[in-house]
């Protein structure tokens, strides 16, 4: 085994071990502490993906940002779920197993039917500002980019207006 | 090899004919986790020099002479408070999340310490040079944030936790402006790079931005985000005049308040250091970092430019510290949505309008240099206008309010009539 | 690099994915959803971008479209907190099977 595999599999050990604590710990605080976690390894991920940009936004937005919301609104949303035991639906384990399975098994064997055209090319070293002109280029992907910024702006305002607490207002 | 040149290089050769008998792969390895024990011990050493250094300035600037008993000057007594904290009773409250608890200041300092691995100390000396170095501060430091959080709720106390919300909110704001004011040196270090035809260059890596201020310090090139980016990054250390999360005068000492030991002291260390950072930082990207006279041919001379330039602005933070009053809580938020942000975007559409008028690689550098400095004294001139049209707006309403009163005898009107006899008391 | 295969990471991030569902079908906090929700987006991102390595690295297709998950997440994440904590306001309970009132 090479040092890259080996890192895989400690990565992906991580990852499912915590995303499993995520879907079936008790204490809602510490189903996010082990989002973190899958988080950190998902960006981990992407370093031996060549994709050290997507690492440090993946950190930047998912545990700078995203994580610290959810803590945020388990904590506002506390007082009650302390004391309810159980987080999970008993009725509800055997259908969300049986789900999650069909689905596993059945995007495996998608996965190990396709032939993938792989390419051996490298990352070109330049991969990064490549990706900022053609975000930034009309030819390419600014129309993403631009829809995103606007999607962001409207989730902004949504969400504030959601939130905000007419009575006292 | 030669040591002055390239010290880094010489001491690795040397290390690496010492332990020739070590397998390649491994000898790398060894080598690299020397030099981050190095680079993180350096880092955690340098606290107990800048916290005396804190004290005795802050008490210079109170009329007070500060700790002076411990070692020369007392330059120990940094040293004996840590072998204090050390034999104190380490609690862990009843009900805390004890790997959460534990966990919290381990990760404070984490956040500070990592961040020292991209800092280019000279002009080869760098612990990495990732090509997206400005993207990593960012990433890293949202771990302090998180550290906090956790610090916060472990305790199991509710002002513990109301504490970690203030310092949160506080963190996540003004998150944004610094964000956003790095993006300044960002786009100034890539054109300027593009004029000179330089193709191996990555903007965002804080060495590249390093090398793009030879000729000029971005201090003088855009010293609106150098200031959004040295206020909203000292908001990020919460220290005074934001240090809103330990008012203790006001509130309990916030989220760290169960803390005992050298877990608190953790949490001091990485305050303290955090402050350094941010000047290290200030340097790096505003102060031209290892520049100066014949720093490339002596990287230690490089060194010694880039440190003093650290303690200068370091020195202005610490100065602040002691010279102003603590903010309000809604003034500080208000700042940094109404004010800071808006201002941080200005800077930027700013900065890409004059690049692209006044394109340095068609009128050089210099006057390229000179138009963003002018168009940054207008953005500045205008700002201060309408943050000061805004406050006489805002007194006068305060004003009208308190015109609209009624008098009540010993009121508002005649507290402060000049009428009084003087001498009454 | 080419030392681990790009079915690895297709497991891993099916693995992820079912996970996820798995969460978001069983969880009685939405909160907890939500999380859940994170998961399966953090699979899908994982997907796009080992495709991006493995089919088209000179490209950056694959990147932008990491970058447009995140975003998208973000913003989802920012939108569906803030409806808790309305629903939260009004009924005190996160538990998504008491928030019925349409039922009526």
């Not at chain 2, 030879?214 to 855009?222: G, N």
């Not at chain 2, 900065?351 to 692209?356: D, F, L």
Request: proline letters at 4%; charged letters at 10%; a neutral charge.
């Amino acid at each position: 085994m090479t040092f890259p595999q080996l890192i895989f599999w400690v990565t992906a050990a991580v990852i499912l071990a915590s995303a499993l604590q995520v879907v079936t710990t008790r204490n809602i605080v510490h189903a996010a502490l082990w989002l973190i976690v899958t988080f950190f390894g998902v960006a981990v991920l992407f370093v031996l993906l060549d994709a050290g940009f997507l690492a440090a936004v993946q950190v930047v937005v998912y545990i700078g940002a995203i994580a610290i919301l959810i803590i945020f609104a388990v904590m506002l949303t506390r007082r009650v779920m302390q004391d309810t035991g159980s987080q999970t639906n008993r009725h509800l384990i055997a259908p969300a197993v049986l789900i999650g399975g069909v689905l596993f098994v059945a995007l495996l064997f998608v996965f190990s039917r396709t032939r993938w055209p792989l390419s051996s090319a490298a990352v070109p070293p330049d991969s990064l500002q490549i990706l900022g002109l053609e975000l930034t280029s009309p030819d390419f992907y600014m129309t993403a980019l631009v829809t995103v910024g606007v999607l962001l702006a409207a989730a902004m305002v949504g969400s504030i207006a959601i939130a905000r607490d007419e009575e006292k207002d | 090899m030669d040591f002055f040149s390239d010290p880094i290089a010489f001491i690795a050769n040397l290390l690496r004919t010492w332990l020739a008998f070590i397998p390649e792969p491994w000898l790398s390895l060894l080598l690299m986790t020397f030099g981050v024990v190095v680079v993180g011990s350096a880092a955690l050493v340098l606290p107990l020099f800048t916290i005396w250094l804190e004290r005795r300035v802050i008490a210079r600037m109170q009329d007070r002479i500060g700790p002076n008993r411990v070692g020369y000057q007392g330059l120990l007594q940094t040293i004996a408070d840590a072998i204090k904290l050390m034999t104190k009773e380490d609690i862990t409250p009843l009900g805390a999340d004890k790997v959460v608890y534990n966990l919290a200041p381990i990760l404070v300092v984490i956040s500070v310490i990592t961040m020292w691995a991209v800092l280019p100390f000279a002009v080869n000396i760098y612990g990495a040079d990732l090509n997206i170095g400005v993207l990593y501060i960012v990433a890293v430091g949202s771990l302090g944030t998180l550290a906090i959080m956790l610090g916060g709720w472990a305790s199991n106390n509710k002002y513990a936790l109301l504490g970690a919300f203030r310092t949160v909110a506080q963190l996540v704001c003004y998150e944004v402006p610094m964000i956003l004011s790095m993006v300044v040196p960002v786009l100034i270090a890539s054109s300027w790079a593009l004029a000179q035809g330089q193709t191996d260059f990555n903007p965002m890596s804080l060495k590249d931005i390093v090398v793009a201020q030879q000729s000029v310090p971005f201090l003088l090139v855009a010293p609106v985000a150098a200031l959004i980016f040295f206020i909203s990054s000292v908001a990020e250390t919460g220290r005074a005049p934001f240090d809103l999360l330990e008012a203790e005068s006001e509130i309990v000492a916030g989220f760290n308040i169960e803390y005992s030991g050298m877990k608190f002291g953790m949490f001091m260390v990485a305050e303290f250091l955090h402050a350094f950072t941010v000047g290290a930082l200030v340097a790096t990207l505003f102060l031209g970092g290892w520049h100066g006279p014949w720093a490339t041919q002596y990287p230690l001379l490089g060194m010694v430019y880039f440190l003093a330039k650290s303690f200068a602005a370091y020195f202005l933070i610490v100065l602040m510290r002691a010279a102003l009053p603590r903010i309000r809580i809604d003034h500080l938020f208000e700042i940094n949505w109404k004010f800071l942000v808006p201002l941080a975007v200005a800077a930027i559409v700013v900065t890409m309008v004059v690049n692209k008028l006044v394109d340095p690689a068609v009128v050089g550098l210099g006057w390229n240099a000179l138009a963003l400095f002018a168009s940054n004294l207008v953005v500045a001139w205008v700002a201060f206008n309408w943050a000061s049209a805004q406050a006489r707006w805002l007194r006068r309403q305060e004003e009208a309010k308190l015109q609209a009163l009624p008098d009540l005898p010993g009121g508002h009107d005649e507290a402060h009539s000049p009428a009084q006899p003087a001498g009454a008391h | 690099m080419t030392d681990i295969p790009l079915d690895w990471y297709l497991w891993l991030s099916a693995a992820l994915f079912c996970i996820g569902v798995y969460g978001v079908l069983a969880r009685k906090n939405a909160v907890a959803i939500l999380m859940g929700v994170e998961l399966m987006l953090n699979a899908v991102i994982v997907n796009l971008v080992a495709f991006w390595r493995y089919l088209t690295p000179t490209g950056s297709a694959g990147m932008v479209w990491a970058l447009v998950v995140l975003a998208v997440a973000a913003a989802e994440a920012a939108v569906g907190l803030a409806l808790i904590i309305s629903i939260y306001r009004r009924r005190q309970s996160v538990v998504a099977e008491e928030v019925n009132m349409m039922k009526f």
